[in-house]
């Protein structure tokens, strides 16, 4: 059975690995690359400890993150939202639910905090995050053309924005 709960400090390492998988195995749909996560795991630490990251675990071990972004929004006048960041599944523990657990959890983490919105975006031909995202309510509202380019060949793909409205 794989349970769904808040990674904590001593789940760093795991969290690091996880992450350079996800970027490794899927570097089209990430605005960040595998060799810049190539970091200590003091780094993947700070990161659960600045923000809240859900994992899926099967056992102790870590198959799934959402990172509700806490330190996304430092400004005043838009501390009022925050964002959703590094949504991954392990590719042998998908479409089993894990990814809309992950993210139900991490909605329901924004509304207890009194967040008004969640945004988030998804590369252009991510298609099953985008389907789950609008299933879960979350709106298009914007596309950046060429947001990712691809180091190794210059591709460029677009980056879809999304909104789902808390109040």
């Excluded at 970091?39 to 056992?59: H, K, L, W």
């Excluded at 870590?62 to 964002?83: F, P, Y």
């Excluded at 042998?92 to 909605?107: Q, V």
């Excluded at 008004?116 to 309510?137: F, I, P, Q």
């Amino acid at each position: 059975m794989v349970e769904i709960r808040k990674l904590f400090p001593n789940d760093g390492s795991s969290f690091l690995a996880l992450r350079q998988r996800a970027l490794r195995d899927h570097p089209e749909i990430y605005t960040s690359t595998a060799e810049e996560w190539n970091v200590p795991v003091s780094y993947a630490v700070e990161r659960i400890q600045s923000n809240t990251v859900f994992g899926a675990f099967d056992g102790e071990v870590l198959v799934g993150v959402v990172t509700l972004a806490l330190s996304a929004r430092k400004a005043i006048k838009q501390r009022h939202k925050t964002e959703i960041w590094s949504v991954y599944t392990a590719p042998e523990y998908r479409r089993r639910g894990l990814a809309k657990a992950m993210m139900l959890a991490a909605i329901d983490e924004a509304k207890k905090l009194g967040f008004m919105a969640v945004t988030l975006s998804v590369a252009d031909g991510n298609v099953d995050a985008l389907k789950l995202y609008e299933t879960l309510g979350f709106v298009r509202f914007g596309t950046e053309p060429g947001a990712i380019r691809m180091p190794e060949n210059g591709r460029l793909i677009d980056n879809h924005f999304l909104n789902l409205d808390l109040r």
